[in-house]
């Protein structure tokens, strides 16, 4: 499994928590929502997107990190709020919107592009480093509760 798969893994993971917490909002589910978001975030802007600062791809990877910036708040705003607020469901949609759109881009544009750019050595350490740096931040993130 290469950093695209494993990145794209998550991603289908956060697309059934979505749907799933659409469906019936739940205190778990959200806390793994927050929690995995967070340092699969924190696992790119450490490993993946500094790799990419130096290519043609950097535009999108700082889109991408501004949009990880937007969803960062409104996960945060989202946390604060009761499911029975009627606040609660138009925010948490407008986040899913964020989140789905953001990683379409990463899956189909980012990751298309950054295929080409590394050799399977830096593909590797990549994944290696997303890894850690997002075992890291879950430990971080964990604490911080």
């Not at 798969?5 to 956060?14: L, P, V, W, Y």
């Not at 928590?17 to 699969?40: C, I, M, N, V």
């Not at 790119?44 to 600062?53: D, G, M, N, S, V």
């Not at 980012?110 to 075992?135: C, G, P, R, V």
Request: charged content about 35%; proline content about 2%.
């Amino acid at each position: 499994m290469d950093i695209f798969s494993t990145i794209k893994k998550d991603h289908d993971e956060f697309r059934k928590l979505f749907d799933k917490l659409t469906e019936k909002p739940s205190r778990g589910d959200f806390q793994k929502l927050y929690r995995d978001g967070a340092s699969h975030m924190a696992a790119e802007e450490r490993t993946l997107y500094p790799a990419l600062q130096d290519t043609e791809v950097r535009a999108l990877a700082l889109e991408a990190l501004e949009e990880h910036n937007v969803a960062r708040q409104e996960l945060q705003q989202i946390e604060q709020l009761s499911f029975k607020d009627e606040h609660w469901l138009p925010k948490f949609t407008v986040l899913c919107d964020l989140v789905r759109h953001h990683m379409g881009v990463e899956e189909k544009e980012i990751f298309a592009k950054a295929k080409k750019l590394f050799d399977q050595e830096q593909l590797d350490t990549l994944l290696k480093e997303f890894n850690a740096a997002k075992k890291e931040a879950v430990a971080e993130v964990s604490a911080s509760k």
